[in-house]
């Protein structure tokens, strides 16, 4: 059984930076699919940054150039850090996990296996 934890999410004001961090217990090996994914107020779950076995790495053009995706040496903590930060980007924020895919796009809700919690990103302006 996998479970992801997720923590840091807070509230900011627009132009500022956060770091959320996904720490998971079971089975955390490179083989697997990774992702963050975001729902904003009122609109459906969207995914946002994908990481593929092999390290192929899929960023949403919302989030280009601002948001970076990492994980620890031991892949037991999935990190993303967020800059440059809009009211826009005010959701709730999940850590995934799926299986060993290969896809040539982000991940989408239904191919995910694990969610984390959520934690919420507030960005006032």
């Known amino acids: 059984q996998v479970q992801l934890a997720e923590s840091g999410g807070g509230s900011v004001q627009a132009g500022g930076f956060l770091r959320l961090s996904c720490t998971a217990s079971g089975d955390t090996t490179t083989k697997y699919t990774w992702a963050w994914f975001r729902e904003a107020p009122g609109k459906e779950r969207e995914g946002i940054l994908t990481?593929?076995?092999?390290?192929?790495?899929y960023t949403a053009d919302a989030v280009k150039g601002r948001f970076t995706f990492s994980q620890d040496a031991a892949w037991t903590t999935t990190y993303l850090q967020m800059g440059d930060l809009t009211p826009d980007d005010t959701g709730v924020y999940y850590c995934?996990?799926?299986?060993?895919?290969?896809?040539?796009?982000?991940?989408?809700?239904?191919?995910?296996?694990?969610w984390g919690q959520g934690t919420q990103v507030t960005v006032s302006s």
């Open positions: 990481r593929y076995p092999g390290g192929k790495l």
């Open positions: 995934a996990r799926a299986g060993p895919l290969i896809r040539w796009r982000l991940l989408r809700p239904d191919e995910v296996d694990y």
